[in-house]
């Protein structure tokens, strides 16, 4: 079946650093949502990205869908304290097949 | 528009015992999914209803069970409870026409079993 990773697992900034997370299906994927979640709450949705080589910004937010829509990135210039969380990829197949979340990568800003 | 609601938000229960979580979707909202979480594997798809019909299914024991009625609430059931089904029980309702669309989760319900 479909799987989806994420890298890293874990990410310690100091605040004011940069942040990457990278999300790799093992199949070529119809669109990739990015979801966010704070410390004891829910995913919360942040994007979708639908075409391959979208690029789509959101303030200091930066998402990437691979030209092979089999891999997507989500870069956050100068972290803050705000952003902490867990940041998941969830990529779907197409047609009615279901959301396939990655592992998650959590972030810790140090301020 | 009210967001997804969960009940109950907490449960005990102990080992042997099986239990009921229900998840209120968004109005107009026909797609209901569940989603296992727990800190080493993360996200786990349980199963999804659309039209109080289960869509897809993940891969977990029989001992779990949902379904959705007409008015799109979904309840999911785990008969025989095990120490390792303790997680936080996440439902997550979409539009729900096709795969993909973007989810509006509810608080959840953290289920302990002893």
């Known amino acids: 079946g479909q799987q989806v990773m994420q890298i890293p697992q874990y990410q310690h900034v100091q605040e004011g650093e940069d942040f990457t997370t990278y999300c790799n299906s093992s199949?070529?994927?119809?669109?990739i949502q990015w979801y966010k979640q704070r410390p004891g709450g829910h995913p919360v949705f942040l994007i979708q990205?639908?075409?391959?080589?979208e690029v789509k910004k959101q303030k200091r937010l930066t998402f990437q869908f691979g030209e092979a829509k089999k891999n997507s990135s989500l870069h956050i210039t100068a972290t803050q304290t705000t952003d902490v969380g867990t940041y998941f990829c969830?990529?779907?197949?197409?047609?009615?097949?279901?959301?396939?979340f990655g592992t998650g990568t959590k972030l810790q800003v140090i301020p | 528009k009210a967001g997804v609601t969960q009940t109950p938000r907490y449960l005990i229960k102990t080992r042997g015992q099986q239990v009921t979580l229900s998840c209120s979707p968004i109005?107009?909202?026909?797609?209901v999914s569940w989603y296992q979480q727990t800190p080493g594997q993360g996200l786990q798809f349980l199963f999804e209803?659309?039209?109080?019909?289960?869509?897809n299914k993940g891969n977990f024991p029989g001992r779990f069970s949902g379904r959705q009625f007409s008015n799109s609430r979904s309840e999911m059931n785990v008969s025989t409870l095990e120490l390792g089904d303790s997680a936080l029980y996440l439902c997550?309702?979409?539009?729900?026409?096709?795969?993909?669309?973007?989810?509006?989760f509810g608080p959840g319900t953290r289920l302990t079993v002893l």
């Open positions: 209803y659309f039209s109080e019909t289960q869509r």
């Open positions: 199949t070529t994927l119809s669109n």
């Open positions: 990205l639908v075409k391959s080589g």
């Open positions: 997550a309702s979409s539009y729900g026409g096709s795969g993909g669309n973007e989810q509006f």
């Open positions: 109005s107009g909202h026909r797609s």
């Open positions: 969830a990529g779907n197949s197409g047609g009615y097949q279901k959301v396939t």
